[in-house]
């Protein structure tokens, strides 16, 4: 990452989008490879030595985004975040971790995997930061700032409940609220909340 000048170039998500049709070349080029050949053997790890693959995952550093990435997808891997231990490491999770675009695919995907195994109390908790919003930028006006994070709950909420998944909050009224700020949602644009950006 330094010799290519700092930039971040891990974009694909490591959770596979299968509806692509194909395997993305950025899948298998740059920092991209290395994190999924990383995720390669972390998986062969927990499946021959779950005591190692734990320690491994306690190893991470807290930060914005290649360690972010991992434990944002390891919060949908049981055997390495318990159910026990969902609620901790799911608090641990930034803002902006939580909404950015590039972790967005892995979240959702971890989310509603363990979803159905999750108390009431942590489910309205995932609802609660989901209904929060994602963070004003600096610049942002604030009409064009309502209106971004009207979308963006409504997109994951509406997410959610099209794979199945049974809310606590009541989304019909939400969706009424929140479609003053932003009258041009739809609830078939949820399909791209978990779309992969690679």
Avoid at 93 to 105: G, I
Wanted: with cysteine.
């Amino acid at each position: 990452e330094t010799e290519r000048g700092g930039y971040f170039g891990i974009q694909c998500p490591i959770t596979k989008d299968t509806s692509r049709g194909g395997e993305s070349s950025g899948r298998s080029r740059g920092l991209s490879a290395w994190l999924l050949y990383y995720i390669k053997h972390l998986e062969i790890l927990i499946s021959t030595d779950i005591a190692a693959a734990r320690s491994e995952c306690l190893k991470w550093p807290n930060d914005p985004d290649l360690f972010a990435r991992l434990r944002v997808w390891a919060l949908g891997k049981s055997e390495l975040v318990s159910d026990e231990q969902f609620d901790d490491a799911f608090d641990a999770l930034s803002t902006e971790v939580f909404w950015d675009e590039f972790h967005a695919r892995d979240l959702l995907m971890s989310i509603s995997t363990r979803w159905n195994k999750l108390g009431d109390s942590t489910r309205s908790k995932i609802e609660q930061k989901i209904l929060d919003g994602p963070a004003k930028y600096d610049t942002e006006p604030n009409n064009e700032f309502e209106g971004r994070r009207a979308w963006e709950i409504l997109k994951r909420l509406h997410w959610l409940q099209q794979q199945g998944l049974t809310l606590q909050c009541d989304l019909d009224t939400i969706t009424k609220e929140l479609k003053e700020q932003e009258p041009n949602w739809n609830p078939q644009f949820a399909s791209d909340a978990a779309r992969s950006r690679e």
